[in-house]
């Protein structure tokens, strides 16, 4: 370190070793968790079909009011696991459409006890009231089962996949999401690049390499785990605008995980910084005597 | 300084140096897209209390007044109207159709709809200059909206005055028509429910609009005795 020149392009170059190294933290991370399977996961270990359920439950607890159909007629009908299978297919529909970068496809599957308990409620209805069974009959019966789907769809869609897609959000994710892979790899090629740099740079002291790479570890990992220690202590993700259980759940669970396992990453860095440091003043220590031998006893 | 102490010096200040760059490259290029990007932050973390759903629900505070229904003091027809919290019980509806004396609600939520009638927050309270609207849920407190006739009186007793309507015209209308909701240059009470008929067109509304005959403001001072 004592040419100004070498100092200079070594701080240079620490500094996008810094800034690449949580880029490559933050993308290692994305990738690894932003998956189906660990949404998946993570809505089973969250038992979010459970506050689906819920959820629509006292939505038609709240229609009968205005519909006149009792809540029974519908969730008699609606099983927990048949709930559960919707919003892992809600997932999947999610994960295809960034996946593939179409458009989300949102299904639901065909309940058959469902809709005959809403045609049997009418029957017995229109029985009681003395309603004739004509086309208008038919077409209400049909519409109140489109309805029961349709609420059954919108409330399983825990990452409202369809409304980011009506604002255009998802297309954009989409993109994003697509290149993450070549996205990793080269923000890891980077990293290697300024190492390299490092080397040639200190090329007539190579161990110095080992105190930039730590000092660059050290400062990237305080510099990434500080303010998600922040976000984690202050429970920053709960003042998520949606209230509604079920999305609030599925975002701020999965906002929470990647911001603990960056947290990891970046206290890991920090401990390699540190083992790098320590390396490179024991080293350097014994360099500068390298020629003092012991005395033979 | 020797050359030992200026090394050291060197590898302890460097960790600051680089840490205090990196701070202001990253502040630097942060500058332009720091708007855009704060923008959509305070959009989805804008609950500054950080309230769970659970508590969501809680935030809405329902206030029960008791509402007064003997007053024997002075009255007059003009005075100060009161204006409710969210979710607070101002008012008692009473008709002969209805049979029973409704809590009125300022706001509306499914928790308020199962306690009384609730009134839209962007009407103006009961007395007040315009509309007036309040509605109800058909299976409960406004079943019997559909018996109420032209000419019938309604009133509506608040904790600062009694105020009576007259029913002038019954009304039918959709959800989505604002016609008969929508603020007025005169001064009426619209009370409105769903249409009791499960076969027939959920989003059907059914109500009436009265007409304000006459404000009775409870005053501490002159005024008329009230009766």
Same mark, same amino acid.
């Given at each position: 370190m004592n040419k100004l020149s070498?100092?200079?392009? /070594?701080? =240079?170059?620490?500094?996008?070793?810094?800034?690449?190294?949580? =880029?490559?933290?933050?993308?290692?991370?994305?990738?690894?968790?932003?998956?189906? #399977?660990?949404?998946?996961?993570?809505a089973e270990r969250e038992m979010i079909s459970e506050k689906v359920y819920s959820e629509i439950e006292k939505y038609y607890t709240d229609k009968y009011g205005s519909s006149g159909i009792p809540v029974s007629v519908y969730m008699d009908g609606i099983s927990r696991e048949y709930i559960n299978d919707c919003v892992k297919n809600n997932i999947s529909a999610?994960?295809?459409?960034?996946?593939?970068? /179409?458009?989300? #496809?949102?299904?639901?599957?065909?309940? #058959?006890?469902?809709?005959?308990?809403?045609?049997?409620?009418?029957?017995?209805?229109a029985e009681k009231e003395g309603y004739i069974k004509d086309e208008k009959y038919d077409k209400k019966v049909g519409e109140t089962i489109t309805l029961a789907y349709k609420t059954i769809k919108t409330h399983s869609d825990v990452y409202k996949a369809a409304a980011l897609q009506e604002h255009k959000v998802l297309g954009k994710i989409s993109k994003l999401y697509g290149?993450?892979? /070549?996205?990793?790899?080269?923000?890891?090629?980077?990293?290697?690049?300024?190492?390299?740099?490092?080397?040639?740079?200190?090329?007539?002291?190579?161990?110095?390499?080992?105190y930039w790479m730590g000092i660059s570890a050290i400062i990237a990992g305080i510099s990434g785990a500080v303010p998600s220690l922040v976000l984690l202590g202050t429970r920053f993700y709960d003042s998520f605008s949606i209230k509604q259980p079920s999305v609030f759940t599925a975002y701020t669970s999965a906002m929470y995980k990647l911001t603990e396992a960056f947290t990891a990453v970046c206290i890991a860095c920090i401990v390699v910084g540190i083992i790098l440091a320590v390396v490179y003043t024991i080293t350097y220590d014994k360099s500068k005597h390298q020629d003092v031998k012991p005395t033979e006893l | 300084m020797d050359k030992k102490a200026k090394n050291r010096l060197i590898h302890i200040t460097t960790p600051f140096i680089l840490a205090l760059i990196c701070g202001s490259v !990253? $502040?630097?290029?942060?500058?332009?897209?720091?708007?855009?990007?704060?923008?959509?932050? *305070? %959009?989805?973390?804008?609950?500054? &209390?950080?309230?769970?759903? +659970?508590?969501?629900?809680?935030? &809405?505070?329902?206030?029960? *007044?008791?509402?007064? !229904?003997?007053?024997?003091?002075l009255t007059s027809s003009k005075g100060e109207l009161i204006y409710p919290s969210f979710g607070e019980m101002y008012a008692m509806l009473d008709s002969k159709a209805l049979e029973t004396s409704v809590p009125v609600y300022w706001g509306s939520?499914?928790?308020?709809?199962?306690?009384? $009638?609730?009134?839209?927050?962007?009407?103006?309270? $009961?007395?007040?200059?315009?509309?007036?609207?309040?509605? $109800?849920?058909?299976?409960?407190?406004?079943?019997? %909206?559909?018996?109420?006739? +032209?000419?019938?009186?309604?009133? &509506?007793?608040? *904790?600062?005055?009694?105020? !009576?309507?007259?029913?002038? +015209? @019954?009304?039918?209308? *959709?959800?989505?028509?604002?016609?008969?909701?929508?603020? @007025?240059?005169?001064?009426? %009470? @619209? &009370?409105? @429910?769903?249409?009791?008929?499960i076969l027939g067109n959920m989003d059907e509304r059914i109500g009436v609009v009265c007409e304000l005959k006459e404000r009775k403001f409870y005053n501490s001072g002159e005024g008329e005795k009230h009766e």
């Open positions: 070498t100092y200079l392009g /070594s701080l =240079a170059v620490s500094v996008f070793l810094v800034l690449t190294i949580i =880029a490559a933290s933050a993308a290692l991370l994305l990738d690894i968790n932003v998956t189906r #399977d660990k949404a998946l996961q993570l999610a994960f295809n459409a960034l996946e593939k970068g /179409s458009g989300v #496809d949102i299904t639901v599957a065909k309940n #058959d006890k469902l809709e005959n308990n809403i045609k049997v409620f009418f029957n017995n209805y290149k993450r892979m /070549s996205l990793t790899i080269g923000i890891i090629a980077a990293n290697l690049i300024m190492i390299i740099l490092l080397l040639i740079i200190n090329r007539k002291k190579k161990v110095t390499v080992l | !990253t $502040a630097g290029a942060m500058i332009k897209p720091y708007d855009k990007i704060s923008m959509y932050m *305070n %959009l989805a973390f804008m609950d500054e &209390l950080k309230s769970s759903p +659970e508590d969501a629900d809680s935030g &809405l505070e329902i206030k029960d *007044n008791d509402i007064i !229904t003997d007053f024997s003091g939520s499914s928790a308020l709809f199962d306690r009384g $009638a609730c009134q839209s927050t962007g009407s103006v309270v $009961a007395g007040g200059e315009g509309n007036t609207v309040i509605s $109800a849920h058909v299976d409960t407190f406004f079943a019997s %909206l559909d018996k109420m006739k +032209e000419g019938e009186k309604v009133t &509506l007793q608040t *904790n600062y005055g009694e105020f !009576t309507y007259v029913v002038k +015209e @019954t009304i039918k209308f *959709n959800k989505k028509d604002g016609k008969y909701v929508s603020p @007025t240059d005169d001064d009426r %009470l @619209t &009370l409105y @429910t769903c249409k009791k008929d």
